[in-house]
């Protein structure tokens, strides 16, 4: 059974930081493309990161210079480090594994306000 299970969410001042995972089992991670996803209230869920099973990653505009996604290998495990955050960047996070199949998991809210 595949399961993605994002952890590192809260509430946090503007400019604060925070450290989300998602930690997956199940699957050969070292193999898949891992991308973190984010929903705010009446939006649709937009693209903020990505990592191949290579290393390469890319960044949505909004987020480039701020955030940072990273993977371990040896942990099925990857990060988005969220620095200089704002009201904006409020939404539900959530991680997903693509490879021949996607993954999604369940989502974890960060909210940024004072």
């Known amino acids: 059974q595949v399961q993605l299970v994002e952890s590192g969410g809260g509430l946090v001042q503007p400019g604060g930081s925070l450290r989300l995972s998602c930690a997956a089992s199940g699957i050969n991670f070292s193999l898949y493309a891992m991308r973190w996803y984010r929903q705010a209230p009446g939006n649709e869920r937009e693209l903020v990161a990505s990592?191949?099973?290579?290393?390469?990653?890319n960044y949505a505009d909004s987020v480039k210079g701020r955030f940072t996604i990273s993977r371990d290998n040896a942990k099925n495990t990857v990060y988005l480090q969220m620095n200089n955050l704002k009201p904006e960047d409020t939404a539900v996070y959530y991680c997903n594994a693509q490879l021949l199949s996607l993954y999604w998991g369940q989502g974890t809210q960060v909210t940024v306000s004072s």
């Open positions: 990592i191949t099973r290579g290393g390469t990653t």
